[in-house]
């Protein structure tokens, strides 16, 4: 009888070469795009088998930037955020299923809390690429798009506008770049 044994590693995000970045309408005639830059987690993958994986994820509510400062300090409020009562976001994975076209390709389901609030979303993920850094660090690339309704999640303040339509769009496209580096054993 052999006894097969199974390996777990844990990649840790690198919140320096991660971007978290969000879109949303405003006044119905242009997109206004932003990020957070408070990223971190981990990604638990057994037997390098990424499908497998479990992610876990936090990312600091405050560090919202939309290169507009009262813009920032508005959306940080309570008529948004409400930085003060939820200070952190946080995505778990439900589940990852690798596409059966594409080895690389994966959908990725899980709960996004955010406002108090816990809503499955689904993200369209790659696997952009696997490599040692210059240091012996094994890096692996994900990028990842999807997609919310930001009243699904308390998020509902907006403004009507004269000319009919609102100031802010409900849709928010969620677009996400990660690098995460594996922890030593």
């Not at 309570?78 to 952190?88: C, L, R």
């Not at 999640?153 to 409900?170: H, I, R």
């Amino acid at each position: 009888m052999t006894l097969v044994q199974s390996k777990t590693t844990t990649w840790q995000i690198d919140p320096a070469h991660s971007q978290l970045e969000f879109a949303v309408r405003h006044l119905m005639i242009s997109t206004v795009r932003g990020r957070f830059s408070d990223v971190a987690g981990t990604l638990t993958v057994p037997d390098d088998d990424f499908s497998q994986a479990q992610l876990d994820a936090s990312i600091g509510v405050a560090s919202i930037d939309t290169r507009e400062a009262q813009r920032d300090g508005h959306l940080k409020s309570a008529d948004f955020f409400d930085v003060e009562q939820y200070p952190t976001m946080t995505f778990k994975s439900r589940r990852i299923e690798r596409s059966p076209r594409d080895e690389n390709k994966y959908t990725v389901v899980g709960d996004l809390t955010l406002h108090g609030v816990t809503r499955e979303i689904v993200l369209d993920a790659t696997l952009e690429g696997q490599t040692k850094d210059p240091w012996g660090n094994s890096r692996v690339g994900f990028s990842a798009t999807g997609k919310l309704n930001r009243k699904d999640f308390g998020l509902a303040w907006n403004q009507l506008l004269e000319t009919g339509g609102v100031a802010v769009g409900d849709e928010v496209k969620i677009a996400i770049d990660v690098e995460v580096v594996a922890k030593p054993d």
